[in-house]
């Protein structure tokens, strides 16, 4: 598949906490508040979105010509690191509007806190724990792969020290949720060709990047969701299709305006 090849762009939104309230400075906008979060869902609801599983997503970026019966409108919803209040109140909220979500789990952090953020904060921040991961999997929520420490850049660690990471982490989350681990999140979205390829060694059907046009099967682009009320998550989602969209196009007129001149030769 060519790299610019058209793949069907879903909107996977990318989350990391949701709190009742933000009331201390938030610099890296990894919080958003119980009740934007609630806005979220109404109004992706209200506009006949309907959930979607990264299982679906990887099986379309493989193979764009992949017979699927999605919903008109889908969306895939995403939680990075596993925090607590994942369960304690995004959960709650899920269920209330009828929607799933697949959270990327740092697994050497499960039961713990938030030790691998130092550096970027000293807040304390408790971690999602055994009894809550399995009772979120059987619930229906999916767990994935979000290496195993968080190391603050993944490239530059050494390939057998990467390949670890991203192995052992999915061992161990596997053995919690009695079920095989398919998907993976790059910490803080740093990813090259060569961790794409461990990925895809490792038997992941797909990875999850930040914010961009990419969309394919191991660097699927997301929609950061921010800290204002539906509308302004729809507008975002509106955004980033139509970059994507443009991506599409360019490349290919390109490729077209090539193939002119080759055959004026």
Same mark, same amino acid.
């Given at each position: *598949?060519? #790299?610019?090849?058209?793949?069907?762009?879903?909107?996977?939104?990318?989350?990391?906490?949701?709190?009742?309230?933000?009331?201390?400075?938030?610099?890296? $906008?990894?919080?958003?508040?119980?009740?934007?979060?609630?806005?979220?869902?109404?109004?992706?609801?209200?506009?006949?979105?309907?959930?979607? #599983?990264?299982?679906?997503?990887?099986?379309?970026?493989?193979?764009? =010509?992949?017979?699927?019966?999605?919903?008109?409108? #889908?969306?895939?919803?995403?939680?990075?690191?596993?925090?607590?209040?994942?369960?304690?109140?995004?959960?709650?909220?899920?269920?209330?509007?009828?929607?799933?979500?697949?959270?990327?789990?740092?697994?050497?952090?499960?039961?713990?806190?938030?030790?691998?953020?130092?550096?970027?904060?000293?807040?304390?921040?408790?971690?999602?724990?055994?009894?809550?991961?399995?009772?979120?999997?059987?619930?229906?929520?999916?767990?994935?792969?979000?290496? +195993?420490?968080?190391?603050?850049?993944?490239?530059?660690?050494? $390939?057998?020290?990467?390949?670890?990471?991203?192995?052992?982490?999915?061992? =161990?989350?596997?053995?919690?949720?009695?079920?095989?681990?398919?998907?993976? #999140?790059?910490?803080?979205?740093?990813?090259?060709? +060569?961790?794409?390829?461990?990925?895809?060694?490792?038997?992941?059907?797909?990875?999850?990047?930040?914010?961009?046009?990419?969309?394919?099967?191991?660097?699927?682009?997301?929609?950061?969701?921010?800290?204002?009320?539906?509308?302004?998550?729809?507008?975002?989602?509106? *955004?980033?299709?139509?970059?994507?969209?443009?991506?599409?196009?360019?490349?290919?007129?390109?490729?077209?305006?090539?193939?002119?001149?080759?055959?004026?030769?």
């Amino acid at each position: *598949m060519h #790299s610019h090849q058209s793949v069907h762009w879903i909107p996977i939104l990318a989350y990391h906490r949701v709190v009742p309230a933000i009331s201390e400075p938030d610099p890296f $906008g990894n919080c958003v508040s119980l009740p934007m979060f609630k806005s979220h869902l109404r109004w992706l609801k209200r506009l006949g979105y309907a959930s979607v #599983s990264l299982d679906a997503i990887a099986a379309l970026a493989a193979d764009p =010509e992949c017979q699927l019966a999605l919903p008109r409108r #889908s969306v895939a919803i995403t939680f990075d690191d596993g925090y607590q209040d994942n369960h304690d109140y995004a959960l709650p909220a899920l269920v209330e509007y009828g929607f799933s979500a697949t959270v990327f789990l740092v697994s050497g952090a499960i039961g713990g806190d938030n030790q691998f953020d130092r550096a970027n904060t000293s807040e304390r921040v408790p971690m999602l724990t055994v009894g809550q991961i399995q009772k979120m999997h059987r619930v229906g929520f999916i767990f994935g792969s979000h290496t +195993r420490s968080h190391p603050s850049n993944l490239m530059d660690l050494p $390939g057998e020290s990467a390949a670890l990471e991203i192995r052992l982490s999915r061992e =161990e989350i596997e053995a919690i949720v009695q079920d095989p681990v398919h998907h993976f #999140s790059y910490p803080y979205t740093r990813v090259n060709s +060569r961790l794409e390829n461990q990925v895809r060694e490792a038997g992941y059907r797909s990875a999850c990047a930040g914010v961009g046009t990419a969309f394919t099967q191991f660097r699927l682009s997301r929609v950061w969701a921010p800290e204002r009320r539906g509308p302004g998550l729809i507008i975002q989602m509106g *955004m980033r299709r139509a970059k994507h969209m443009a991506r599409q196009i360019l490349p290919l007129a390109d490729e077209r305006l090539a193939d002119r001149r080759f055959s004026a030769q």
